[in-house]
């Protein structure tokens, strides 16, 4: 089983900055492409970013490039999501994802528990 554990929501003013942590203790991530999905309520989970093992390949759903960077640390078994210049269309619950396709934006099987991003003056 693999564990997977956001940290790093809660509330930002519009135009601000946050950043999201997703940490895990399983060896497979070090091999694995890492992403961020977002969900509202109502609606589908949405691709945000991904990050290839070796970090040297990243990619961004159009709605966030530019502003949002993701980072993995492969010695601390960690991804991170830097979120800059939000606006209250970034407000969702964030996950985690485990095996995502790099290109295609699919989920991979492996999620977190999700952590709430709210952007509100």
């Known amino acids: 089983q693999v564990n997977l554990i956001e940290s790093g929501g809660g509330l930002v003013q519009p135009g601000g900055s946050l950043r999201l942590s997703c940490a895990t203790s399983?060896?497979?991530?070090?091999?694995?492409?890492m992403g961020w999905f977002r969900q509202v309520p109502g609606k589908e989970r949405e691709f945000v970013a991904a990050i290839s093992w070796s970090g040297r390949n990243t990619t961004y759903a159009s709605s966030v490039k530019g502003r949002f960077t993701i980072f993995r640390d492969n010695d601390n078994y960690r991804v991170d999501l830097q979120m800059d210049r939000v606006t209250p269309e970034d407000t969702a619950v964030y996950y985690c994802?485990?095996?995502?396709?790099?290109?295609?934006?699919?989920?991979?099987?492996?999620w977190g528990q999700g952590t709430q991003v709210t952007v509100s003056s």
């Open positions: 994802n485990g095996g995502t396709k790099m290109y295609s934006g699919q989920p991979g099987d492996f």
């Open positions: 399983h060896r497979a991530f070090t091999t694995s492409t």
